[in-house]
Every structure is written in structure tokens, then in C-alpha cells.
């Protein structure tokens, strides 16, 4: 008998949209590999409708706060209904970059320096000599990222904003020049990078990250054996010193100016890695031979509580 999914999708956090267009997608592929799924537009009264449903596996594909931060993955571990992706701490931490950061950095992964300011302090006066990055502690798709570049005489002055969503703590981070590298990891597996470009964006944003065509992913990246490698490990280190299960990708700058080893900088690791037409990890997954329907059953047949 077919195993009953219940794709967790939407919610309330600012990336809604993204989360609908993942989790069809994904409930699309499920019922196309045989599994039955029940589409669950996630609100406050998740916990309720979870025990009705009593599905056999949460394929979780929220995005933002309260689908990977900890929360969803308590309600579950509570009803006891096996989930995809990481559990309630690793998720709690991966979500809080600068913490994460902390303990990548304690397991040998090299990290963009950085600390966390509130946003009001960050305004006033150049925290750092530019170039550097503003972000939000907990936020993910690059949502309230600023960069502030060498010319710019003012601290970003969005920040001083009433209406700022984000939060008044922020992570500020010295900026790395180069490449924009991924890598993605699958169970106990670290799959190839990928490098992204962007056409006609200032950076790796929203708009590019989510508009078809908006940004290229070259898997394998071209990159110097003994770089890939480093990466590869770096991702692994990452995903088991957080405590993440199933499948994470690390995010990763590549400044190859200089030398061709150059100097790799770990951003943060990713919990929820994004399941739309134009992500991430299924183009990674499929360099490594998995289909969009694969990787999907090996995740739903991954899926336990006490992760």
C-alpha cells in the first residue's frame, strides 16, 4: 500500500510564495513515483489539522521562519509523524546563521568574518571598512540582504526604515569577491558543486534565484580538483556539526584573483534547500544521476522523528 504524504507548503513566513512553488512541485513528482499526497497549505492550526490527516511521512517543504527553524519540526516530532529534512535543533541553529557559524567554524570550516549589530548601530557609522554585507539573523532566499560596496560614503540608510521586516538584530559580513559556489549534501554524501551565475542581477537575489533564467547553475563548477574537494568536505564538516539529516547545501564564495586556490569562504548551510523548477539541489542531484523523483522518494523513505 502506497505511503500517504502530506506536502507541507506556503505557511506564514516571507517566503511564501517560494514554498507553494516547491511543495507542487514536489507533490506533483511524489504522485508520479506512486505515493498518495495530501497538499497541506500550512496556518496556525497545523497542529489540529496534522492529527486529523495522520499522514505516514511530512514531506516538509516550508521556507523562512516557523517551517525551518525549529517550530513545524516540533510539532511533528510531538504527533510523532515522521518528517523529511533536519530535526528541531539542527534546524534551530542552521536558521541562526551567525550560531551556525560559530559551529562550522569549530569544525574546521573556514567562515566569512562577521558579527551581529543591531541594525540601528549598523546605520550610523560603517561597521566595517566596505566592501561588506548586511543580512538578516534568520532569514532565508536573500531576503533584506544589502551590500554595501567600496564607494559608498553612508552605511545602508534602509536600516534606519520603521517598517524594516527583519528583525533590529542583523548579521554584518566582510565581503568576499568572486564565485558563487553550492554544494549540496545528500544523507552522508557530498555531491558536486555547483557555481551560479546571475545575468542582469547584482547579485545571487530573489528575483534572481526565482525567475526562470534569472541565474545559471554550472554542475559541475570548473573548478581546481584540490578546490572541489575542499568544498565537498567543508559541506559534510558542516552538515554533521550542525546535526543535519536528509538532505543540506552549503553556500560557499570562491576568490580565485589572486591565486588559483584562492581563498574559500563558508556563508551558512541551508536546511530547506529550495524544491522549485529552478533550484538548487535537483540540478546538483541530477549531475549525481538522481531524477527530481528520486532524490524526492529517497527523502520520503529518509524520513523519521527524533532527527
Not at 545528500?186 to 537575489?205: K, N, P, Q, R, S
Request: some cysteine; hydrophobic content about 40%; overall charge negative.
Amino acid at each position: 500500500m502506497a505511503k500517504t504524504v502530506a506536502v507541507l507548503m506556503g505557511g506564514l513566513s516571507a517566503e511564501r510564495p517560494v514554498s507553494l512553488r516547491s511543495g507542487n512541485a514536489c507533490a506533483d513528482a511524489l504522485e508520479a513515483e506512486g505515493y498518495k499526497v495530501l497538499r497541506v497549505d500550512v496556518d496556525a492550526d497545523i497542529a489540529k489539522t496534522l492529527a486529523e490527516m495522520q499522514p505516514d511521512v511530512a514531506f516538509n517543504a516550508l521556507h523562512g521562519p516557523g517551517g525551518e527553524d525549529g517550530r513545524i519540526q516540533g510539532i511533528l516530532e510531538f504527533l510523532r509523524i515522521p518528517y523529511t529534512h533536519s530535526g528541531v535543533l539542527a534546524s534551530a541553529l542552521a536558521m541562526d546563521k551567525q550560531r551556525a557559524k560559530i559551529v562550522a567554524k569549530a569544525a574546521g570550516v573556514p567562515v566569512a568574518e562577521g558579527r551581529v549589530m543591531h541594525r540601528l548601530d549598523v546605520a550610523r557609522k560603517h561597521p566595517f571598512t566596505p566592501p561588506y554585507v548586511v543580512k538578516p539573523v534568520a532569514e532565508g532566499s536573500s531576503f533584506g540582504v544589502l551590500i554595501v560596496r567600496e564607494d559608498q560614503s553612508q552605511p545602508p540608510q534602509q536600516l534606519y526604515a520603521a517598517d524594516w521586516p527583519f528583525g533590529d538584530m542583523v548579521l554584518v559580513e566582510r565581503f568576499v569577491h568572486g564565485r558563487e559556489l553550492t554544494c549540496a549534501v545528500m544523507g552522508d554524501v557530498a555531491l558536486d558543486v555547483c557555481e551560479i551565475t546571475t545575468e542582469g542581477f547584482a547579485f545571487y537575489d530573489y528575483d534572481s534565484k526565482y525567475s526562470d533564467g534569472g541565474s545559471i547553475h554550472i554542475v559541475p563548477a570548473a573548478l581546481p580538483p584540490v578546490v572541489a574537494r575542499k568544498i565537498q568536505e567543508w559541506s559534510l564538516a558542516a552538515h554533521k556539526a550542525v546535526g543535519c539529516r536528509g538532505v543540506s547545501r552549503s553556500d560557499f564564495r570562491y576568490d580565485d584573483r589572486f591565486s588559483e586556490q584562492g581563498e574559500i569562504a563558508w556563508l551558512e548551510i541551508n536546511t530547506q534547500p529550495g524544491m522549485t523548477p529552478v533550484s538548487l539541489v535537483p540540478d546538483i542531484a541530477r549531475a549525481a544521476g538522481h531524477s527530481f523523483g528520486e532524490l524526492l522518494t529517497w527523502m520520503v523513505e529518509d524520513a523519521s522523528c527524533d532527527r
